[in-house]
């Protein structure tokens, strides 16, 4: 018999939480002492007393549900907010791969002809009324690609995720106006920088309004109707504008103007009837409906 | 349809029962709560079906309220989908799940001003002779060990419970009643001997 009774670890050894090597020593020891076997004897009934008590209870069988239930109806409401933000920001990181891959080239080579043509046009026409013509149109196409069957590679994945598509249609939003935001911004400092500008801020202000608006036309009229109309109708607006910049007396488009007018405008209005635009995407797409959306893909 | 997801979990609860509850890899643990975090769905439903029968056990000792136990599950795995964020791995997932319960618990309870949980002053039982003390529960019948079982104080049967039902180690344990895990053993000793009492008791009776 071994001078050092192992006492502690038989509650442990009984309970099947030993680690191996530490078990089969305490178990060699227990063998050969008449009191530590006792003592294990003890525990051993012991815990076959408790796990019978404990296992007497079972959970109802709806107790899942019910939690599952419970973050259903709070999900929004009570996450949260750092694990919210996360949740959105990987929403939108995960829209790179899905959305067409030609949106990226597209956008940065619209706006950086803006750019090159406002270098051109520096003493005949302001970099602000150039930039506010290339950074809409790039938002534009972006914005009418984003979107629908003809758009969307990942229409399997989508469907798989239980995200709502009015969701991902602003995730998506959130991609490209982001990118042509960055693209834009840049292009503006840089021609500052080459004093073709002039102050940062009103230059900004000329294309940011225009550019939302277009943007979020495209994107309500590309859920609606279709990419090709939404890209042919940014274009006839597009020329439209340019004819009437180029040559204001002409009252050949006058009955354009308005809405021209309330495109290219740079101020509160702007961003309401962007918002408008978008919550007509949002609203329009649960009613097109995924199925129909794989139908015509 | 969600009730066949609970009868096909409770069947993956009683394999995972068989198999004991408890998690020894804190890796995984750690890749789970991380899907957890991300709001993986059916990592929910794992983790209901690892500790979910025996965190209703848990409670249901801790309150003798089958609703009450119903309701401090539910919380618990509200509190455990929501604050997988903040979960460090200092203890293992089920101690961090069984320390929740138990917090939920004695929240609830303290409101209630429920009489069934004890406070750790309740008398300390004399240590005898080890020897004799042993014999007598080993050779005690099942239905009399159930009964002296349930005669003991929680401060007692806890840590009997969450060792050898729910089979958590020392360091869990420790963890959840906030005590170091020497005292766990004391703790252990104690209830058995405490047990033996109440067994004692019974036969006079």
């Known amino acids: 018999m071994s001078a050092f009774h192992p006492i502690d670890a038989l509650p442990e050894l009984a309970a099947g939480r030993l680690p191996v090597d530490e078990a089969a020593s305490v178990q060699g020891h227990v063998e050969t002492c008449a009191s530590c076997r006792a003592d294990l004897d003890a525990w051993r009934a012991v815990a076959e007393a408790v796990r019978e008590r404990s296992t007497a209870a079972a959970p109802p069988a709806d107790l899942l549900a019910r939690i599952v239930g419970q973050l259903d109806g709070s999900r929004a409401a009570r996450w949260p907010v750092s694990q919210r933000l996360r949740w959105l920001l990987d929403l939108v990181v995960g829209q790179i791969p899905i959305v067409r891959r030609e949106i990226w080239p597209a956008s940065a080579m619209l706006i950086a002809i803006g750019a090159v043509v406002s270098l051109l046009l520096t003493g005949h026409a302001s970099a602000g009324t150039v930039m506010a013509l290339f950074a809409p149109l790039a938002a534009a196409v972006g914005l009418s690609l984003v979107y629908g069957p003809d758009n969307d590679p990942g229409i399997e994945l989508a469907l798989a995720t239980p995200v709502s598509p009015r969701l991902v249609l602003v995730a998506r939003m959130t991609l490209v106006v982001g990118w042509d935001l960055a693209l834009a911004l840049t292009c503006t400092l840089l021609l500052g920088a080459l004093g073709a500008g002039g102050a940062l801020l009103p230059l900004v202000g000329m294309w940011l309004g225009p550019m939302l608006i277009l943007g979020c036309l495209c994107l309500a009229m590309a859920v609606a109707m279709g990419t090709r109309v939404a890209i042919a109708v940014a274009m006839a607006l597009w020329a439209a504008r340019i004819l009437e910049v180029s040559r204001p007396s002409d009252g050949l488009l006058a009955p354009l103007t308005p809405v021209l007018d309330a495109i290219w405008q740079s101020n509160v209005a702007a961003i309401a009837i962007a918002a408008t635009a978008l919550a007509v995407s949002v609203w329009l797409i649960p009613r097109l409906g995924v199925g129909a959306a794989l139908e015509a893909g | ?205």
């Open chain 2, 1 to 205: 349809m969600p009730g066949s997801v609970v009868e096909s979990d409770l069947c993956v609860a009683t394999i995972e029962l068989a198999r004991g509850w408890m998690s020894d890899r804190p890796d995984d643990d750690q890749a789970f709560i991380g899907r957890l975090a991300r709001g993986e769905r059916d990592a929910l439903e794992h983790l209901y079906a690892r500790y979910g029968r025996a965190l209703y056990s848990y409670a249901v000792e801790l309150t003798h309220d089958r609703g009450l136990a119903e309701e401090l599950v539910q919380d618990t795995f509200v509190a455990a989908w929501r604050g997988a964020a903040s979960f460090r791995g200092q203890a293992s997932l089920g101690a961090w799940l069984f320390g929740i319960a138990r917090r939920r618990a004695h929240d609830r309870l303290r409101r209630a001003a429920h009489p069934t949980m004890e406070l750790d002053s309740a008398l300390e039982v004399p240590d005898e002779d080890a020897l004799p003390e042993a014999r007598a529960l080993a050779s005690a019948t099942r239905v009399a060990l159930r009964d002296a079982l349930d005669a003991l104080p929680l401060h007692h049967r806890e840590p009997l419970s969450l060792l050898l039902a729910y089979e958590l180690s020392g360091r869990d344990i420790g963890a959840i009643l906030g005590i170091p895990e020497g005292t766990v053993k004391s703790r252990l000793h104690a209830a058995r001997r405490a047990l033996r009492a109440a067994l004692a008791e019974e036969r006079t009776r």
